[in-house]
């Protein structure tokens, strides 16, 4: 018996080159999720700080100039949580694609392997087959043998 081939199996290269692919960016659209969420983080700890240094602020005198300093502060932090805000979005759309695409990669991988068990199976099978009928010949010549032995 012919040892095992599978026939796509440049097909399942490809498939699984595109699936390792697609992980590695999935990896990556994770992290720089992670980051932009990390950057969101700090910028609304420092929109907290400034908003308490600003309440505080109105406890005690405040001159005008540092009031005024203060919420020019406050106004750009704010703007750069909006900008923040809209990276995380942005990066949390990009990780849902990357995802959506290593799963189909997955899943197109899947179906290879499926197809290799399948035609794995049925060559076990002809070799047990083709192992089967080598036996009964050389059962079926002995038996034929022994019995011309026994009826000369």
Same mark, same amino acid.
């Given at each position: 018996?012919?040892?095992?081939?599978?026939?796509?199996?440049?097909?399942?290269?490809?498939?699984?080159?595109?699936?390792?692919?697609?992980?590695?960016?999935?990896?990556? +659209? #994770?992290?720089?999720?992670?980051?932009?969420?990390?950057?969101?983080?700090?910028?609304?700890?420092?929109?907290?700080?400034?908003?308490?240094?600003?309440?505080? =602020?109105?406890?005690?005198?405040?001159?005008?100039?540092?009031?005024?300093?203060?919420?020019?502060?406050? =106004?750009? *932090?704010?703007?750069?949580?909006?900008?923040?805000? !809209?990276? *995380?979005? /942005?990066?949390?759309?990009?990780? /849902?694609?990357?995802?959506?695409?290593?799963?189909?990669?997955?899943?197109?991988? !899947?179906? #290879?392997? !499926?197809?290799?068990?399948?035609?794995?199976?049925?060559?076990? #099978?002809?070799? /047990?087959?083709?192992?089967?009928? %080598?036996?009964?010949?050389? +059962? =079926?010549?002995?038996?034929?043998? %022994?019995?011309?032995?026994?009826?000369?």
């Amino acid at each position: 018996m012919k040892r095992f081939r599978f026939s796509l199996q440049s097909v399942s290269t490809l498939r699984s080159l595109r699936e390792l692919q697609a992980r590695e960016s999935l990896a990556a +659209a #994770i992290r720089v999720c992670e980051q932009t969420e990390l950057a969101l983080a700090e910028v609304r700890a420092r929109r907290d700080l400034l908003e308490d240094l600003v309440r505080s =602020g109105r406890a005690f005198t405040l001159r005008a100039a540092e009031h005024v300093a203060f919420l020019e502060s406050l =106004g750009s *932090v704010r703007s750069d949580e909006t900008a923040a805000l !809209k990276a *995380v979005a /942005d990066a949390r759309i990009v990780r /849902d694609r990357r995802l959506d695409e290593y799963y189909a990669a997955a899943r197109a991988m !899947k179906v #290879i392997d !499926k197809l290799e068990v399948r035609a794995r199976a049925a060559h076990r #099978i002809a070799a /047990d087959r083709e192992a089967q009928i %080598a036996l009964d010949e050389r +059962a =079926g010549s002995a038996a034929a043998r %022994a019995s011309h032995r026994y009826l000369s």
